[in-house]
């Protein structure tokens, strides 16, 4: 009878009628092994919402899923008063693409483009050096255990001179959250980043010239306003080591999506700064399309 049932369990996996059997048996506790279990039902991405990174710092603690392209963009203004000294900042497109590699990993790229303006100092303008990553789903929600996914990054030194680190830089992030109901959700996230992976808003005047670390700390919740739309509060951290000053940054921002149909989502965010190290404030627009 035990035969029976697993077997039962193994052809329902390969003839995808998950919705009548619970193909659980054996499933590894980091889901990214799923791809390699074969008594693990594959879900179908399509059959839910899309989950956008771009336009909050805490990321998605889900990946595309197998087959899936993904592309996000926007753009976010910035501005800071420093000091009787104004400093405002474009950028754009804030490219990220994602691919789905197998069901619980995907690779990733990021590309932006600033133009920075300052009243007391000369304006600039250039790409930052291009970002890449592997994204892992680690964990499925299980009583205290978090929903969670890696994402183990490097940037590469191709951006314009303005920003340009002229060096392969490492980072981690980790990301977490919980459903506390249907229409609620608690999520953060833990990550470092060798100098800060290009990042215009934490490099000195000679990118290449320092180099530092920053550890990033973030927790938002989420709920559901309509069937069509969705609303986040976020905190979000970033403290420096072995920058000049050691700046440390923290923001409060609140955030709006609108899901045109389940694969496309326009989204609406505004942040002020908490410290003297942050921008006064930010605003930004943007969206993601899968298929």
């Not at 389940?262 to 003297?276: A, C, E, H």
Request: charged residues 25%; aromatic residues 14%.
């Amino acid at each position: 009878m035990k035969r029976f049932s697993v077997l039962l369990i193994v052809l329902c996996c390969g003839l995808n009628l998950c919705d009548n059997v619970s193909c659980v048996a054996g499933e590894p506790l980091f889901t990214f092994l799923n791809d390699f279990n074969d008594a693990h039902c594959p879900r179908d991405p399509y059959e839910e919402r899309i989950e956008t990174d771009r336009h909050d710092f805490t990321q998605s603690t889900v990946t595309v899923g197998r087959g899936v392209f993904q592309i996000e963009s926007g753009y976010t203004f910035f501005y800071k008063d420093h000091s009787e000294e104004i400093e405002t900042s474009h950028v754009l497109p804030e490219m990220l693409l994602r691919y789905g590699i197998s069901e619980n990993i995907e690779v990733r790229t990021r590309t932006d483009y600033i133009w920075r303006f300052n009243d007391e100092a000369d304006d600039v303008d250039g790409a930052e050096d291009q970002q890449f990553a592997l994204k892992l789903q680690m964990t499925e929600q299980q009583s205290l255990i978090p929903e969670s996914a890696l994402e183990i990054r490097i940037s590469v030194p191709t951006g314009g001179k303005a920003w340009n680190t002229e060096r392969v830089q490492f980072g981690l992030d980790y990301i977490y959250g919980w459903e506390l109901n249907e229409d609620f959700w608690l999520y953060g996230s833990t990550g470092f980043a060798e100098s800060a992976l290009g990042d215009f808003s934490f490099l000195p005047e000679e990118p290449s010239g320092d180099r530092f670390v920053i550890v990033t700390q973030s927790a938002a919740i989420g709920i559901d306003l309509t069937e069509q739309s969705t609303m986040y509060a976020e905190f979000f951290g970033i403290f420096s080591k072995n920058l000049e000053g050691e700046p440390t940054v923290g923001v409060f921002n609140i955030g709006i999506d609108y899901y045109l149909s389940n694969n496309f989502v326009l989204d609406i965010r505004s942040g002020v700064g908490l410290t003297p190290d942050s921008d006064d404030f930010f605003v930004g627009v943007g969206g993601g399309y899968r298929f």
